[in-house]
């Protein structure tokens, strides 16, 4: 686990992030609300929530289980972890990829694998090897691309 933050662990976020807002955009709603200060602030805000909830709540607990209770090593902990947070975060999307009503379930599987597996996944990652800045930095550079894009 990093233990300090560099400035090759921010532009590791800020690049990261930038490639996940870009893989999820074409998957976004044309008719989304126009970027506003307030809705970047918004979604900065829901990406901190995650970042709290999902790693360095989940994460690290899902991790510290899987070395007490299961006796597995460090690397197979973390990845465990990472994956069951990302299937919680998968979990959680899928009430409102329900309520976009697509015409079928490939578009369906298609948006949640690019708004929340994927972006799971590397941020997971990305909090595991560099630190919960790293992995925050990049989860709002992805919700300010996608805002500023779509």
């Known amino acids: 686990v990093h233990s300090r933050w560099t400035f090759a662990d921010g532009l590791v976020g800020v690049a990261s992030g930038l490639v996940v807002g870009l893989i999820a955009v074409p998957f976004m709603t044309p008719t989304a609300v126009p970027a506003t200060l307030g809705t970047l602030v ?12 999902l790693r360095l709540f989940l994460v690290t607990a899902l991790g ?18 990472v994956v069951l ?4 975060q998968t979990i959680l999307y899928w009430p409102a990829t329900v309520a976009i009503g697509f015409p079928a379930w490939t578009g369906a599987a298609a948006f949640l694998l690019a708004v929340a597996v994927l972006p ?11 630190g ?18 779509i």
């Open 42 to 53: 918004t979604e900065v805000g829901q990406a901190l929530v995650d970042e709290v909830v």
């Open 120 to 130: 799971a996944l590397v941020f997971g990652t990305l909090f595991w090897r560099r």
């Open 85 to 88: 947070a990302a299937a919680v």
């Open 64 to 81: 510290w289980l899987l070395l007490r209770w299961h006796r597995v090593r460090v690397p197979e902990a973390a990845a465990g972890a």
């Open 132 to 149: 919960f800045g790293t992995a925050l930095l990049a989860n709002a550079t992805a919700v300010l691309a996608i805002a500023l894009l």
